[in-house]
Nanobody, 128 residues
């Protein structure tokens, strides 16, 4: 059974730098591309970042480019999201997702329906 478990959320200060983690189990982690998405109150789910199975390629939404960094540790079956310079508008539930991918994934890593597995999410609340 595949499980993705996010952690690291909570209350954070504006300008802060928390790090989210997503521990994967039940899948060959190094064979999966990973993504982070978020859903803010009253808004649609939003792509944040993605990383290829090898970690060589990363992709970011414009809203977080230059502030957030996605990385992965294949030996630990974990993907990370380093969040820097937090803003109030970063308040959301953050989800990690995994996909076995295919040649088309790199053309649209932001496409949520292309991901096979999802975590339960972790709430990040930014206080100003």
């Amino acid at each position: 059974q595949v499980q993705l478990a996010e952690s690291g959320g909570g209350l954070a200060q504006a300008g802060g730098s928390p790090r989210l983690s997503c521990a994967a189990s039940g899948l060959a982690f190094s064979s999966f591309h990973m993504g982070w998405f978020r859903r803010a109150p009253g808004k649609e789910r939003e792509f944040i970042a993605a990383i290829s199975r090898s970690g060589e390629n990363t992709y970011y939404a414009d809203s977080v480019k230059g502030r957030f960094i996605i990385s992965r540790g294949n030996a630990k079956n974990t993907v990370y999201l380093q969040m820097n310079s937090l803003k109030a508008e970063d308040t959301a539930v953050y989800y990690c997702a995994a996909t076995g991918g295919g040649s088309g994934w790199s053309r649209r890593p932001w496409y949520a329906n292309g991901y096979d597995y999802w975590g339960q999410g972790t709430q990040v609340t930014v206080s100003s």
